[in-house]
């Protein structure tokens, strides 16, 4: 498969966003996925990237991407650096991207990477996610990559009136819920988008402890 191929698969499963396909089309999935792999770095389904962890699959990118419902110019921050593969999408939509990645390595190989691709314009940290990036906060759209037992309280407060924020929770393996977290009017909305597997949210629980959830 190639990135037109990749494409049409993802057009097949219902995404029709133009800006959305156009962005998939651009961004080379084979430079973010580990050299042994890029045969399959177009195939619809996530691949390992090291360190345990993984480069999301390409339609969960896309559906992400489009629920997220934001615009050209708006602040976006993204929990899950990872491969850097979600977040050259966002930059490729002309969102202003704030990513945050918890692993030195990949935080570093990201950078370098889509530094490398000409992507110069994202702004990366090193750091725990569960606590967002609140210097740059409020946020038109916020995208959480890996699963937390619960919604981060840190995360809903970082997010902008009619802003949406898109992510997964539950316990690690297979046994998550993606959710669609809206703020209308002031007030927190919820929409289940379907069942989803995503690696978990590491989270030192250092400040705030009262989160903390038998394993
Ligand atoms: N969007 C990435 C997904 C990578 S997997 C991609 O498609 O490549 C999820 C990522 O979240 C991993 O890189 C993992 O290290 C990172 N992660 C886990 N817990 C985190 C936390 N508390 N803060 C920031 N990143 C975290």
Do not use: C
């Not at 650096?81 to 050259?88: D, E, F, N, P, V």
């Amino acid at each position: 498969m190639d990135a037109e191929a990749m494409v049409n698969v993802i057009r097949s499963r219902g995404m029709h966003d133009a800006a959305l396909l156009s962005a998939l089309r651009a961004v080379p999935r084979k430079h973010f996925v580990p050299k042994a792999l890029r045969d399959y770095a177009y195939n619809d389904y996530p691949l390992s990237i090291g360190l345990g962890q993984t480069i999301s699959q390409p339609y969960m990118v896309a559906l992400m991407t489009a629920r997220l419902e934001v615009s050209p110019g708006e602040k976006v921050l993204e929990i899950g650096t990872g491969s850097g593969y979600q977040t050259a999408i966002l930059a490729e939509l002309g969102l202003e991207v704030y990513t945050v990645e918890v692993l030195p390595e990949l935080h570093a190989q990201a950078r370098e990477r889509l530094t490398a691709l000409g992507y110069e314009k994202i702004h990366f940290r090193l750091g725990d996610g569960y606590q967002g990036w609140p210097e740059h906060a409020l946020y038109a759209g916020i995208i959480v990559t890996a699963a937390p037992r619960q919604i981060p309280p840190p995360l809903l407060a970082q997010l902008a009136e009619g802003g949406n924020m898109i992510i997964p929770t539950g316990p690690p393996g297979r046994h998550q819920i993606l959710w669609k977290v809206m703020r209308v009017s002031g007030e927190i909305k919820k929409i289940r988008l379907g069942d989803v597997a995503f690696v978990p949210l590491v989270h030192s629980n250092t400040s705030t402890s009262n989160e903390r959830l038998p394993d």
